[in-house]
């Protein structure tokens, strides 16, 4: 709405812009041009920005480029909210202050009008609601301090006990040769249980936690971070090293499940037998004992 | 033909003494010996009777009419818009209240079972978690199936054919008591959080029929409270419109469908119909759906948001992504074929396994081990389908309400569990709404092929539950798969969301079980919240009726003709114009005469062998070679209500009645009068007399014996009548005709067939 509102003063402004360079002689640069109008006072929106909002500008590009530098380098493992934290509660403050900046002079010149509305494209606001989105998509809100500066103490804690099994892992894998069959992990599993059952006892917490502070759909996840680590984990450890089996016992539940499947079956059968079946009375009705009825009716069909 | 002297025999009946009326009928007509015969299809039952909804227009009631004016009929009419708000809310308030007892004990279920199988996954011994879901599940229905068999048996079931019935004419007894809404609450609820195969949805039909119905008259007979409101509206013909508006809101209330609930109430039920009457229901249904919309947000949380106006929810279909082809057409139609074809296949299961019931399985306590057995049944197939599935699927990013993890690697769930370790509302979404590859093909088709017959099973049960959800379930698995081998064999193309086949699916089976067309397409469309899916949904539930009424007829009809009850369709049966009412008649009738003797009434309305609820009144003429004409109709209950007023001719003239009869008497006594067993007459006042004159209705509507059945039929069933008088051209009372007699003839496989009566 903002948009569509500024762009016939935009239109405007071009045109008298246009019309004003035409006039002009030919082989004057457009910037000399501006700041020879910029000195005589004329409104209307000029090529170039203030010096103030210029630095922000570059603040603010300079910081989404080294935001997304960092979410791209991070992304596997997911490491984000880990590492990008900083950068990104930086542009946030960046973008707070082109939004609120206010040029030295009057109110239409204000840094925030010319930055991020000015234009169809809106690039300023685009980026950032990238980032925002990214951020929120990525909930990482969750495993930072509640003023967003450094990690929560509790995903401190799970990323401790992560790198712990990790370590665990590795350490036990490297006495064994590479070559060995896949099944073969027994070491692993035995030595890393314990570190490993913290972490997911920890993950399964942390989880419930979460489900009851939050009620929107989107506070059920925990944050990337944590989540991809637990993914790892637990696919290394049933996946890869096969150290989850479960007791599959297959005996007792086959003969429970038939025993309750087979119950019907009696009971029907007894019912059938023992049980005296409903004889319904018939009733003579009172009526014109005629045959016409049935004749009529059997004539239809014959 | 009938012969003079037969003539002059009816003309007789009317004077002679019932006692002799039957032993003539002994020497004249040699009675059989009743016959004994296992129960079958093809009877129609003594226990049931019409409702009156043709007002006795008699003189007391005359005398009302005249007596309101034109602004109390207007304070009439708003008391009507008021009845029918306050369906809407407590329809409303009763879906949330079912809703919401639902999902907290069913979570609570779950979560228990969930946490034993979790803990006896790593240390073995899931046998136990079996017994403990096995036991829970029994134990809850047990509860469920008790109250039912024991306390009310009419609120088995879904209530839809007994709604039916009662829209249709026929008066089910208990069908509107305030007990049987209690019980049918509870018995929901229980039989859901019990895990069968079974929809909550069904049953909010008969609530708000029940609450319908219980407002319009503004007391509980079964409280005994009168609350001395509505008065004007208690009479069959008022009621009936209530109980359509209330069936209106309890769809509107299952659904979030509205005009689903007011077509549904045109389709199924009310055969008598206007403008006023259509909007009235309209207003109650939006009523309702509001008032369950804006509770559950209130409940759920978000005040104010109104984005659950049903109880089961289809969730958005977004148009981009699931939008629809003309290419798809035909395939659409194709899965209506087939939806009707498994329709038809699970009424004709259901049909044998109901009459074995109805025969075998008839004492309470076996219905309820019957129950009980099933429940352990469904948790077990449930258990041992998601023991040997294989079938996992990442935890992360999908929506499962119970991650069963079993045998799958930490970090996935088992995704069988998705559809059998949920309330079957949730898994119809989850079927709908879950992104391709959630379910890998075995396990659909597994899931199809258990919940069918389970389902199947599970209908006809001793326990109210709506038949509704499971179709609706086996329909979006059977379709899902079919929506996933489509793009198998189009190697993927873009069009093959599963999660629209499944739509598809489920309306088919829908369709090809209940067969319903009109309001089923409207529910389908305003639950899914999608207009551009009306049309594929309207030829796909009209393919279904097509195909499956080729086989069966739908479940509805075959459980009331199951309970033999005298149901007249929209037309006579197509065959029948050669009979005539001579010949569909009752005879002879007994008659009473204008100025009548107590005792002789009394005998009349105590005898057993003839259960009758109406008797033409004739002339009272000494002499007993005139003619006795026709003079008017009277009731058994206005004659009940006159003998407990002792309206006796003869204190009359002595002043002892204080006052007169007026319409009031005889309203306060409805719905249930007494029987007569309970009304002591002396022998004194047996020999006096009683003037029915008064009070008879003075103008019935009659026949002459030439009437074709059809003609008889529509004036029957277009005016909703009780009784239809045969006279011959003296205006002699010649028989008379009631539903029982109409109802018999039905057009069956080879033709027109004839239904006997029996008792039952």
């Known amino acids: 709405c903002l948009r569509r509102a500024l762009l016939p003063a935009l239109a405007l402004s071009l045109a008298l812009l246009g019309l004003v360079a035409a006039a002009g002689p030919r082989q004057t640069p457009v910037l000399e041009l501006a700041e020879e109008l910029w000195s005589a006072g004329l409104p209307g929106d000029l090529p170039e920005l203030e010096p103030e909002c210029r630095s922000l500008l570059a603040a603010f590009a300079e910081g989404s480029a080294a935001l997304t530098g960092c979410l791209g380098r991070r992304a596997r493992p997911v490491r984000l909210c880990q590492g990008c934290h900083g950068h990104y509660r930086r542009l946030l403050a960046q973008y707070s202050s082109i939004a609120r900046a206010v040029g030295n002079s009057s109110e239409s010149h204000n840094c925030a009008k010319s930055i991020l509305t000015s234009d169809r494209l809106q690039i300023v606001v685009t980026l950032s609601e990238f980032f925002n989105e990214t951020w929120e998509a990525a909930n990482c809100a969750n495993c930072l301090k509640n003023n967003s500066e450094g990690l929560s103490n509790s995903t401190e804690e799970f990323l401790d006990l992560f790198n712990k099994s990790l370590t665990c892992f590795e ?64 696919k290394l450890w049933s996946r890869t090293f096969n150290c989850s089996l479960p007791c599959s016992d297959t005996v007792p539940v086959i003969a429970v499940s038939s025993f309750i499947l087979f119950l019907p079956i009696v009971f029907y059968l007894s019912s059938f037998l023992h049980s005296k079946q409903k004889k319904r009375i018939l009733i003579l009705p009172k009526r014109i004992q005629s045959n016409a009825n049935l004749v009529n009716i059997q004539e239809k069909y014959s | 033909q009938l012969t003079p002297s037969s003539f002059l025999r009816i003309g007789q009946l009317s004077n002679v003494d019932l006692n002799e009326d039957i032993h003539e009928l002994e020497t004249e007509v040699p009675r059989q010996r009743p016959n004994e015969i296992p129960h079958n ?44 708000a306050m369906i809407g809310i407590l329809t409303g308030l009763v879906a949330c209240f079912i809703d919401i007892v639902v999902e907290n004990l069913a979570g609570l279920k779950y979560r228990v079972v969930k946490d034993n199988i979790d803990k006896f996954t790593a240390k073995g011994g899931l046998s136990f978690s079996l017994l403990l879901w096995a036991t829970l599940n029994a134990s809850v229905v047990m509860v469920g199936s008790l109250i039912v068999a024991f306390i009310e048996p009419v609120a088995a079931g879904s209530g839809i054919p007994q709604i039916k019935c009662y829209l249709n004419g026929v008066k089910i007894p208990h069908v509107v008591r305030l007990k049987t809404l209690v019980i049918k609450v509870c018995g929901v609820i229980l039989s859901v959080v019990g895990g069968l195969a079974v929809g909550k949805e069904g049953p909010m039909i008969h609530s708000g029929s029940v609450i319908a119905a219980g407002i319009s008259q503004g007391r509980s007979t079964s409280l005994k409270r009168d609350f001395k409101i509505f008065e004007y509206f208690r009479r069959d013909t008022e009621k009936r419109d209530f109980v359509s508006a209330g069936a209106a809101a309890g769809v509107s209330a299952a ?266 397409t409207v529910i389908m469309m305003e639950a899914t919240g999608n207009v551009t899916y009306g049309f594929p949904i309207m030829l796909v539930l009209m393919t279904a009726k097509i195909v499956g009424d080729y086989f069966v007829e739908g479940l509805y009809d075959m459980h009331i003709q199951l309970q033999s009850v005298p149901f007249l369709h929209w037309e006579a049966p197509v065959t029948s114009h050669s009979l005539t009412a001579r010949e569909v008649m009752s005879t002879p009738v007994t008659c009473l005469r204008r100025i009548e003797r107590v005792g002789t009434v009394v005998d009349i309305l105590s005898d057993t062998s003839s259960n009758h609820n109406g008797f033409p009144v004739v002339e009272s003429n000494p002499d007993t070679t005139q003619v006795a004409g026709l003079r008017g109709l009277i009731l058994r209950s206005q004659l009940i209500v006159l003998l407990k007023h002792k309206v006796f001719v003869e204190r009359a003239n002595l002043n002892l009645v204080q006052r007169r009869l007026k319409l009031k008497d005889f309203r306060d006594a409805y719905p249930r009068f007494p029987p007569i067993q309970s009304i002591h007459v002396s022998q004194d006042e047996r020999e006096c007399m009683i003037d029915l004159s008064e009070f008879m209705n003075p103008s019935p509507y009659t026949v002459p014996q030439e009437a074709s059945l059809p003609r008889v039929f529509k004036l029957f069933r277009a005016l909703g009548l009780r009784h239809l008088v045969v006279v011959d051209n003296r205006n002699e009372v010649v028989g008379m005709v009631t539903r029982k007699d109409l109802a018999r003839y039905r057009l069956g496989k080879e033709g027109l067939e004839e239904l006997s009566l029996a008792q039952t």
Request: net charge negative.
């Open chain 1, 171 to 234: 350490h036990n894998l490297q006495g064994q040769a590479i070559d060995l069959s896949p099944n073969n992990y027994t070491e692993v599993c035995k030595n890393c249980n314990e570190t490993y059952t913290k972490l997911n006892d920890l993950y399964n917490h942390l989880q419930r936690m979460n489900r009851q502070g939050g009620e929107s759909v989107h506070s059920a996840h925990l944050c990337i971070d944590v989540e991809d680590a637990m993914n790892i984990t637990r």
């Open chain 2, 41 to 84: 299809e093809k009877l129609l039952s003594l226990k049931y009777e019409s409702l009156d909804y043709d007002n006795s227009e008699n003189q007391l009631f005359l005398e009302e009419e005249r007596r309101i004016n034109h602004a109390a009929f207007r304070t009439v009419e708003i008391k009507r818009w008021v009845i029918c």
């Open chain 2, 255 to 520: 659904f979030g469908a509205p005009v689903g609930g007011v077509l549904f109430s045109l389709e199924e039920g009310a055969s008598f119909w206007n403008q006023f009457l259509t909007w009235r229901i309209f207003f109650a249904s939006m009523i309702s759906t509001f008032t369950l919309n804006s509770v559950l947000s209130v409940y759920h949380g978000n005040v104010w948001d109104l984005s659950s106006p049903g109880l089961i929810n289809f969730g958005r279909f977004d148009s981009e992504k699931m939008g629809y082809t003309i290419q798809e057409i035909p395939i659409f139609i194709f899965m209506g074929v087939v939806g009707g074809i498994l329709g038809a296949l699970f009424n004709a299961l259901n049909y044998w396994l109901t009459m074995f019931r109805i025969r075998y399985i008839h004492r309470p306590c076996l219905q309820v081990v019957e129950a009980m057995l099933v429940a352990a049944v469904t948790a077990t197939v449930g258990f041992v389908m998601i023991y040997c599935s294989r079938d996992c699927q990442p935890i992360q990013g999908s929506s499962v309400a119970y991650p069963l993890q079993l045998f799958c690697a930490d970090g996935e769930y088992n995704s069988m569990a998705t559809a059998f370790f949920n309330t079957p509302e949730k898994s119809v979404v989850n079927l709908f709404h879950d992104p391709p590859g959630s379910y890998n093909p075995m396990t659909l088709g597994m899931f199809t092929l258990m919940y069918f017959f389970l389902a199947c099973w599970t209908y006809g049960l001793t326990v109210s539950a709506g038949v509704f959800i499971p179709s609706l379930l086996i329909g979006a698995a059977w379709g899902r798969l079919f929506g996933i081998s489509l793009s198998y064999l189009t190697k993927g193309s873009i069009w093959a969301d599963p999660g629209k086949y499944a739509l598809m699916g489920a309306a088919a089976q829908l369709g090809g079980i209940v067969r319903m067309t009109l309001s089923l």
